[in-house]
């Protein structure tokens, strides 16, 4: 061996043993490098990511990213196998007389590998690092459209009848293990909220939502369908066979160092089964109010009301609005060892130390309603209601209220306006919507500009930004009409006054709407015009 590739011998094993401390004694038991490390990113120990970027820096080799090899047309190299990349995992993007260059996923063979590079086609190599999932995908791609690749009917992965033990040990195939750890480091790297996985008639897409919006991730051979949907479902601990009914599951996965909660939802379609994976980072709930998006006056105001020791407190807007996260941020704010606070959630999206939070299972009756009946006798101080959605959980939130009780909750409305028709609409009394109601919180997440490339997508060198993926934008922040319910209000409500006296009362007591706080946001150049428009369509 060569001072040169000891050298990178030893720089590889000092980086992983400081990400992975057991990684000289595992060395020990399994001196294969290649093999060892591949087997610590199949159990999700570390990340290809990470793994890429420790061989890159301790051998100096560039490593490419997905979007460079996903988006490169290659041709194939004539003469050399399909086989023979498949097993080496290299594969040729360019050449001409002299020099090729070719992709490999580690640095341990690339004697061996040039030298048969050399030796069969008179060439010199020159080596490119990229991650080994993506290298098997793009040979994979390559190679299926070739006469190289027996002819098979796609629909035939489809229609299989594969029984519980065939879907199994394609499950635990290496490749189709180290894809599916592959998607969720990435999805994590990206900050997505959610994975899709959609079977098409000819292939596999799989998307993520990131800030809100999806954006694809890979398009995969719809032969890879069974075996990824199946490692799926296996971790999930779904039944893998059951192809015809929707399933639900959940499960706790680390990955990197980081610990995720992943709901589990697949549904049958036309081309096979669709799941969505929803991922919830545990280390994500350090929430703090102040990393919400509200200005520093709203956010006092808010601070305040949830300090009130009786009254109820909404936060309304659609689905994906950001409620779970406000709500948690000011459980988080009121969470001390002088205060006993019980939530009653549908999820339990996040765990919280010193919380009592109650999952609601309306299999056995456990609804919203029925577990607000029992959490008042358990003497809180501060009681969360995932959502109002029926007279009998609102009339009893509004009963807690005013009982003793500060009462926090979520409704699906438009506006902060719009919560109060809302209350009156489901059957609940304006003179109990007067006396409880304390404040309304309405909001919307839009996206941030990119910090790093300001929107553009671009860096100076034209090059797709890295940081937001040539989106523009990187993260999110809330925008926010916060409605309080003084006596002027209160006396308007009890009368049953329509929303436009309400909007009216609350405009002149100095309410901003969610267009207004928008446009702060426009102008102090953390989002767009366009972002604003996007989610207050409605409004």
Not at 8 to 37: F, H, Q, V
Not at 164 to 169: K, S, V, Y
Not at 198 to 206: D, F, H, Q, R, S
């Amino acid at each position: 061996m060569s001072n040169d590739a000891k050298n990178i011998l030893d720089a590889i094993e000092r980086e992983l043993s400081s990400l992975y401390p057991e990684y000289p004694e595992r060395m020990k038991k399994n001196p294969d490098r290649k093999k060892l490390d591949w087997d610590l990113c199949n159990q999700g120990a570390i990340s290809e990511a990470d793994l890429i970027s420790i061989y890159s820096k301790s051998s100096g080799i560039e490593a490419k990213d997905e979007e460079e090899i996903r988006d490169r047309e290659i041709a194939q190299f004539p003469g050399i196998s399909a086989d023979y990349l498949i097993n080496s995992v290299c594969l040729p993007i360019s050449w001409n007389d002299e020099e090729m260059e070719m992709l490999v996923s580690e640095p341990y063979t690339l004697g061996k590998t040039s030298y048969f590079i050399k030796s069969l086609y008179g060439r010199r190599v020159k080596f490119l690092l990229a991650r080994r999932s993506i290298l098997e995908r793009k040979i994979q791609s390559i190679y299926e459209k070739s006469p190289l690749a027996p002819e098979n009917d796609p629909n035939q992965f489809l229609k299989s009848d594969d029984n519980e033990e065939t879907l199994r040990n394609l499950a635990s195939e290496a490749t189709i293990v180290r894809l599916v750890n592959e998607m969720f480091s990435r999805a994590l790297e990206m900050d997505a909220s959610d994975i899709h996985i959609e079977p098409e008639e000819n292939k596999l897409i799989v998307r993520f939502r990131i800030d809100g919006l999806l954006q694809e991730f890979l398009t995969t051979p719809i032969s890879q369908y069974p075996a990824i949907v199946s490692r799926i479902k296996l971790v999930g601990g779904l039944n893998i066979a059951e192809r015809r009914l929707p399933q639900d599951g959940r499960t706790n996965m680390k990955i990197g160092k980081g610990d995720v909660d992943v709901r589990i939802s697949t549904i049958p379609t036309m081309n096979g089964e669709s799941v969505v994976l929803r991922l919830l980072r545990k280390d994500s709930m350090n929430i703090d109010l102040k990393s919400i998006g509200m200005n520093d006056d709203m956010r006092e105001q808010f601070e305040k009301l949830i300090s009130l020791p009786h009254g109820i407190i909404l936060v309304v807007g659609p689905t994906g609005s950001g409620k779970t996260t406000t709500l948690y941020g000011a459980m988080s704010k009121l969470n001390s060892r002088e205060k006993k606070i019980i939530t009653v959630e549908d999820p339990i999206e996040y765990r919280i130390e010193r919380l009592s939070q109650m999952q609601v299972n309306p299999k056995i009756g456990l609804d919203f309603a029925n577990s607000l009946r029992h959490i008042v006798r358990q003497d809180p101080d501060v009681i969360l209601v995932g959502e109002i959605r029926d007279k009998d959980t609102a009339e009893i939130a509004v009963h807690a209220s005013l009982t003793g009780h500060l009462v926090l909750s979520t409704l699906h409305t438009n506006d902060a306006v719009g919560a109060i028709s809302r209350l009156l609409d489901i059957g609940v009394e304006g003179f109990l919507i007067s006396s409880s109601l304390k404040a309304v919180l309405s909001q919307r997440l839009v996206r941030k500009l990119c910090l790093k490339c300001k929107g553009k997508g671009s860096d100076k060198d034209s090059n797709k930004c890295r940081n937001c993926s040539g989106t523009g934008f990187r993260g999110r922040t809330g925008i926010f009409e916060l409605l309080l319910v003084n006596e002027e209000i209160a006396s308007a409500i009890s009368k049953n006054s329509d929303s436009g006296m309400i909007a009216k009362l609350a405009k002149k007591n100095g309410m901003k709407k969610l267009v207004e706080d928008g446009r702060d946001k426009v102008a102090a150049g953390i989002t767009l015009e366009s972002e604003i428009a996007r989610v207050t369509i409605n409004v």
